[in-house]
């Protein structure tokens, strides 16, 4: 085990239950995230206890340690400050130190100790606030361990008026003290699934119904097209070392400047990979809302269910075509890493998945309309009083807004 899972918020340990009980249905033992003594190592962490146990009764076969399960009973009101700081000052510390101490326990029964894996939403308060600053305290900690943030954007008309200036500050952390980050958008999610249903069931005929589980299964399904053993990370015969993740940010985070990742994942019945691999990259919005290309800086296709090895023979066709869809830089001479896995898995027999990570300028869009929206709302003095009650003073947002801003500019510039 190379590494500790970390679940925040209500978004992070819904997205976590949908993975841990992807994982549970594998037709062969993965020790993903298993322990000597048969438990799971991931911390769940919230400010309220009905999400961490929900998740405890949705995966019976899953043991989870006792002293990892953290909440209070006080929310944070799905405000960044809160959930930084804390609700009150007592609850603030026991939440942030309990969290770090069960973090400690773990790293020191990790076999090979990498990093961390944090899962997260960016527009409460826990998730975004309490993970915040469990990312910097990691990193301050930890300094040699990758940090990598699994977070979600999202909707960009959610419910929350204080949506953009949590994702804002959370974010800016994120660049500071993150090793990297595979953001996964609401917006992009529910565009997808809403495709493939409508493909399914013709509109007319059948009324679509999409829920937030629908959501964190196609989260969790992505996830899981990264985290599981790939062949040639792994010995032939014995345990998996389960360094994907770590292999993942040297690959398509090459940079410190640039640290956001798309996913994109498709599972079909496999006739062939040149057609599995052209249905995802045509799934992909290649352009923005106003017109502008998106361009990568640095992709890694995963292939699984390869059962017959054929998926070699095809990477310099995927490399091609992946360059072509993606629109890939020309100062990186190697913009598209391939790899591949025998095994199925959880899939079915007879299908096969591919997963796409792209870290592109699609985040531009993203974070350009945080900032625009935050920076309204801050020019108008909208609800910083609810912020300046936990201690978050004008220089945060000042320093937020000039770290977001420079994200932009950076992807801006890596790909003109």
């Not at 209070?72 to 000052?89: D, E, I, L, R």
């Not at 101490?101 to 790293?107: F, I, K, P």
């Not at 079909?268 to 290309?293: A, C, Q, T, Y």
Request: some cysteine.
């Amino acid at each position: 085990m190379s590494s500790v899972p970390i679940f925040v918020g209500q978004c992070g340990n819904q997205a976590g239950s949908s993975l841990i009980k992807l994982l549970e249905t594998s037709k062969e033992p993965i020790g993903l995230w298993e322990k000597r003594d048969g438990n799971c190592s991931a911390i769940l962490i919230d400010s309220e206890p009905k999400v961490v146990k929900t998740l405890i009764i949705q995966n019976k076969r899953c043991k989870f340690t006792e002293a990892n399960i953290i909440s209070t009973k006080q929310g944070c009101g799905t405000n960044w400050a809160s959930g930084y700081f804390g609700p009150s000052q007592s609850s603030a510390y026991t939440l942030h130190e309990d969290s770090l101490e069960a973090v400690r326990r773990e790293v020191e029964q990790c076999d090979a100790f990498s990093g961390f894996i944090l899962f997260h939403g960016l527009a409460g308060g826990t998730g975004s606030g309490l993970g915040s600053r469990l990312i910097e305290s990691l990193r301050d900690d930890y300094g040699l361990a990758y940090i990598l943030s699994c977070a979600v954007a999202p909707f960009s008309v959610g419910d929350s008026p204080l949506q953009h200036y949590n994702t804002l500050l959370a974010t800016s952390l994120l660049q500071r003290y993150s090793d990297g980050v595979l953001l996964f958008q609401n917006d992009e999610i529910l565009r997808r699934l809403t495709k493939i249903a409508e493909s399914v069931h013709r509109p007319k005929q059948t009324k679509m119904s999409l829920s937030m589980k629908d959501l964190n299964q196609s989260i969790a399904e992505s996830l899981a097209g990264i985290f599981l053993p790939i062949d040639s990370f792994n010995p032939i015969r014995g345990t998996f070392s389960h360094q994907e993740p770590w292999e993942l940010l040297r690959s398509v985070c090459p940079m410190p400047a640039y640290k956001f990742v798309s996913v994109h994942h498709t599972v079909r019945s496999k006739s062939n990979w040149d057609g599995v691999i052209k249905g995802l990259l045509h799934s992909m919005r290649k352009f923005s809302l106003s017109g502008e290309r998106f361009s990568s800086v640095a992709n890694v296709v995963i292939a699984r269910g390869d059962s017959h090895g054929t998926f070699p023979a095809c990477i310099s066709a995927t490399d091609k075509a992946v360059r072509a869809a993606c629109h890939c830089v020309s100062w990186n001479p190697y913009p598209v890493d391939c790899w591949h896995s025998t095994n199925h898995f959880h899939l079915k027999p007879g299908d096969a998945s591919v997963t796409l990570c792209s870290n592109s300028s699609s985040v531009v869009e993203l974070l350009q309309n945080t900032l625009t929206k935050a920076r309204l709302m801050y020019s108008a003095g909208g609800y910083l009083h609810w912020y300046r009650r936990y201690g978050c003073i004008e220089d945060m947002f000042e320093g937020a807004f000039e770290t977001v801003q420079g994200i932009i500019e950076n992807y801006q510039s890596a790909v003109t």
